[in-house]
């Protein structure tokens, strides 16, 4: 299968992970084919010549299938998803929708589910069968699998995403290898399984960012290890803080970890307990004295520098960077210190390795700046799902916001975030949810209910907004809850109702 928008990698012969091999005329079920995850996997699984691929998927119908399909791979154009849902659809000897959902599944062979499949309530059937003893698989394990080449892996409870990311800008740029991909969790159209099942000779590097939700899939660990940092998320998953910390430390536990990066500064994850003997440990912090003797990165004097073998070479200075906020200064130290590991090779290449990461910008819905009206600036910061990530891009806009938010209730306190409600949260509008009822609660404790306007649709949300934002300040959405996207974004995402409602917008320039 060809597609123009997939990463680059080998022509090479497509090989099996070991628990595909001989099953290409068995059945396979794929468990949520509509997202990422699905999507991909499947789509390799027809490329390898899998002949008896069944998908499922909770959309009652084609048409809602299509528009979930569309949402979730909202990185590709129209015409790739479009082509992308055809080539399934054609290649999948089953498609259970709706009402018929998991149906026949006890046929299957393998199983190969969503991350967050065992959240749903519809998947009790899968419990049961897993139970029995029917194999489940996954992506991010097919990747850890297939790959030859060096593995990155990046978790955390915040900056994941940006800091793998920035790992692979700064590879790419400093050309150790032909091939890098990012792939992992919900990487959008960024996704290279076929590619590096290709890499028969382990020319490629992968760099995966990696879930606690897959982290609980996962059986064996990448190569090189990375946690950048972790706060109270998903408690309710885990039974509470310690069940958390643990599954975070499954990337440093599990088989196949031989280098672990951890975050001095973060007192969860520098005191989450021993290393396994013969793993080597890097550590990135603002001081060089919080390495306590390991190699990594650190902040000195305005610049960022590598340490390896105990010598220090400057990597950048941090008034070259195009990330803003203290959260991003951790995730860029996060990156050079992953870069800075054994088997990357990149001693003589620390230059090329500060220039790929000065030259990395925002990712889409990180506290992007999306629109700019009546000098007004109008973030997008979407995946900001716990109230500390939307709390510190409160803190990275850097002035007086008007804040949308809301969803549902992951059990985290909202009292720091609703403490600066008054002052640089100048107001609040609430979308509906358990855990926006919970942010009103919290904000009520400190008598400033009078900030906070409740709506029923995001449209409402952004009525509201524009019209409290004076000149100067910013209306930022972030949401420090989940669910907000399948709440609220299917009926038109936040960039296009601006665009709608505006009448004199400036897009994607300089702050105001």
């Keep these: 299968m060809t597609d123009s928008s997939r990463p680059a990698g080998p022509a090479g012969e497509l090989r099996l992970p070991p628990a595909l091999a001989g099953l290409q005329d068995r059945r396979i079920d794929v468990v949520g084919i509509a997202g990422v995850e699905g999507g991909e996997i499947a789509r390799f699984l027809l490329a390898a010549g899998f002949t008896k691929v069944v998908g499922h998927d909770q959309q009652p119908d084609l048409a809602s299938l299509t528009e979930a399909h569309?949402?979730?791979?909202?990185?590709?154009?129209?015409?790739?998803?479009?082509?992308?849902?055809?080539?399934?659809?054609?290649?999948?000897?089953?498609?259970?929708?709706?009402?018929?959902?998991?149906?026949?599944?006890?046929?299957?062979?393998?199983?190969?589910?969503?991350?967050?499949?065992?959240?749903?309530?519809?998947?009790?059937?899968?419990h049961r069968l897993r139970q029995e003893g029917l194999p489940f698989y996954s992506l991010v394990q097919a990747y850890l699998d297939l790959a030859l080449g060096p593995v990155i892996g990046v978790t955390g409870s915040h900056g994941k995403s940006t800091t793998s990311s920035l790992v692979a800008a700064a590879l790419r740029q400093a050309r150790l290898f032909p091939f890098v991909w990012l792939g992992g969790n919900d990487r959008h159209n960024q996704q290279a399984l076929e590619e590096v099942a290709r890499d028969g000779s382990g020319q490629g590097c992968l760099v995966l960012e990696i879930s606690n939700r897959q982290l609980l899939q996962a059986t064996t660990a990448p190569g090189i290890s990375a946690i950048t940092n972790i706060t109270p998320n998903h408690l309710e998953e885990h039974g509470g803080m310690a069940g958390y910390i643990a599954c975070k430390r499954r990337i440093f536990d599990l088989d196949g970890c031989r280098v672990a990066v951890r975050n001095a500064d973060d007192p969860v994850t520098a005191a989450a307990g021993p290393l396994r003997p013969g793993i080597h440990e890097l550590r990135f912090a603002?001081?060089?004295?919080?390495?306590?003797?390991?190699?990594?990165?650190?902040?000195?004097?305005?610049?960022?520098?590598?340490?390896?073998e105990g010598r220090d070479t400057e990597v950048l200075q941090t008034s070259r960077l195009r990330l803003r906020g203290d959260h991003n200064l951790a995730n860029v130290l996060a990156a050079v210190a992953i870069c800075s590991a054994p088997g990357i090779g990149v001693a003589g290449r620390e230059d090329a390795i500060g220039e790929g990461i000065c030259r990395f910008g925002t990712?889409?819905?990180?506290?992007?700046?999306?629109?700019?009206?009546?000098?007004?600036?109008?973030?997008?910061?979407?995946?900001?799902?716990?109230?500390?990530?939307?709390?510190?891009?409160?803190?990275?806009?850097?002035?007086?916001?008007?804040?949308?938010?809301?969803?549902?209730?992951?059990?985290?306190?909202?009292?720091?975030?609703?403490?600066?409600?008054?002052?640089?949260?100048?107001?609040?509008?609430?979308?509906?949810?358990?855990?926006?009822?919970?942010?009103?609660?919290?904000?009520?404790?400190?008598?400033?209910?009078?900030?906070?306007?409740?709506?029923?649709?995001?449209?409402?949300?952004?009525?509201?907004?524009?019209?409290?934002?004076?000149?100067?300040?910013?209306?930022?959405?972030?949401?420090?809850?989940?669910?907000?996207?399948?709440?609220?974004?299917?009926?038109?995402?936040?960039?296009?109702?601006?665009?709608?409602?505006?009448?004199?917008?400036?897009?994607?320039?300089?702050?105001?």
């Design 70 to 126: 569309r949402l979730a791979h909202a990185g590709a154009d129209e015409v790739e998803r479009e082509r992308r849902l055809a080539h399934l659809r054609e290649g999948l000897a089953g498609l259970n929708l709706g009402d018929s959902y998991l149906d026949g599944i006890e046929e299957s062979c393998l199983v190969i589910p969503s991350q967050a499949w065992f959240l749903n309530p519809a998947n009790l059937v899968l």
């Design 286 to 308: 603002r001081a060089g004295e919080s390495l306590h003797g390991c190699d990594g990165a650190f902040l000195s004097e305005g610049a960022i520098w590598m340490r390896i």
């Design 363 to 512: 990712l889409a819905h990180r506290i992007q700046l999306i629109w700019q009206e009546a000098a007004v600036d109008y973030y997008d910061d979407l995946s900001s799902t716990t109230p500390q990530s939307t709390l510190a891009a409160v803190r990275t806009v850097g002035r007086p916001v008007v804040l949308i938010c809301g969803g549902q209730d992951k059990g985290i306190p909202f009292d720091e975030l609703a403490a600066e409600v008054g002052a640089s949260v100048r107001a609040v509008v609430l979308l509906p949810g358990d855990g926006s009822e919970r942010i009103a609660q919290a904000v009520a404790l400190r008598s400033r209910s009078d900030l906070v306007i409740s709506v029923a649709t995001l449209e409402e949300a952004v009525k509201a907004a524009r019209e409290l934002a004076s000149a100067g300040e910013a209306v930022l959405l972030s949401p420090a809850c989940p669910g907000f996207f399948s709440a609220h974004y299917r009926h038109g995402g936040y960039r296009n109702l601006l665009r709608r409602l505006s009448t004199s917008p400036r897009r994607r320039r300089a702050p105001v």
